[in-house]
């Protein structure tokens, strides 16, 4: 059971650089989600998308974007990357709201570290 | 802007111990709750979710409450052991936020032998 795969799983960039964090799911989801985790902190939800071709804005969007071209795939992608984007990133799915009683399920992160 | 909080920040307790975790939200209107455990270097795994309309959900060890009037959900865990020894993170779904969560900071738990 793959659920959901995320790639790569570390990646040191310079500043400046650009790169895109990708993430897939085979579980049919669709919402999917990008989150951030700082070090001892909780996650911050960057960009969401609740179906293939709709995006939006998450509580700490800038200096990202995103695309959902199809239900499977949803990556992520940094232009110009920058100290305070070190950080560990996390790709997350569930279902149609309408499905309350089903949990979020996340990959095991991308471990980013701009130098 | 809607906050959640977890105390404490960091548990140590020895092995067998009865403990709570808790977790305190600002805004009452949540769809559904969720608690996660996350393991050093990994991702976030679901434990138990309890929807607006109930008061409490069961796993094995693990009892999750939920009182939204007063804002705060817990979670105990029985009889701990060292393998239980990971972060626990919760994470309400509020009525305006469209399926997406809102995550506390965590509490980092240590099971000693």
């Known amino acids: 059971n793959a659920g959901v795969t995320q790639t790569p799983k570390f990646r040191i960039l310079k500043i400046g650089q650009s790169m895109t964090l990708q993430c897939t799911q085979d579980m049919n989801h669709n919402y999917m989600y990008w989150y951030r985790q700082d070090p001892g902190m909780g996650l911050k939800l960057i960009y969401y998308?609740?179906?293939?071709?709709?995006?939006d804005k998450g509580e700490v969007p800038n200096g990202y974007n995103v695309s959902r071209s199809t239900t499977e795939d949803f990556p992520l992608r940094l232009e110009l990357a920058a100290p305070s984007q070190t950080s560990v990133y996390f790709c997350?799915?569930?279902?149609?709201?309408?499905?309350?009683?089903?949990?979020?399920?996340f990959g095991d992160g991308t471990r980013l570290s701009i130098l | 802007k809607q906050e959640v909080t977890q105390i404490p920040a960091a548990l140590s307790v020895p092995e067998g111990e009865n403990l709570v975790l808790n977790c305190s939200f600002t805004d009452s209107a949540i769809y559904n709750l969720q608690w996660f455990r996350q393991d050093p270097g990994k991702g976030l795994t679901s434990l138990l979710l309890?929807?607006?309309?109930?008061r409490e959900q069961t796993s094995g060890r693990l009892n999750a409450s939920l009182d939204k009037s007063s804002g705060r959900s817990t979670l105990y865990i029985a009889a701990s052991q060292p393998g239980d020894s990971a972060t626990y993170l919760c994470?309400?779904?509020?009525?305006?936020?469209?399926?997406?969560?809102?995550f506390g900071g965590g509490t980092r738990l240590m099971v000693k032998p």
């Open positions: 994470a309400p779904e509020f009525n305006n936020a469209g399926n997406m969560l809102t």
């Open positions: 309890i929807q607006s309309s109930q």
């Open positions: 998308s609740v179906g293939a071709g709709i995006t």
């Open positions: 997350a799915s569930n279902k149609n709201r309408q499905y309350s009683n089903q949990p979020q399920h």
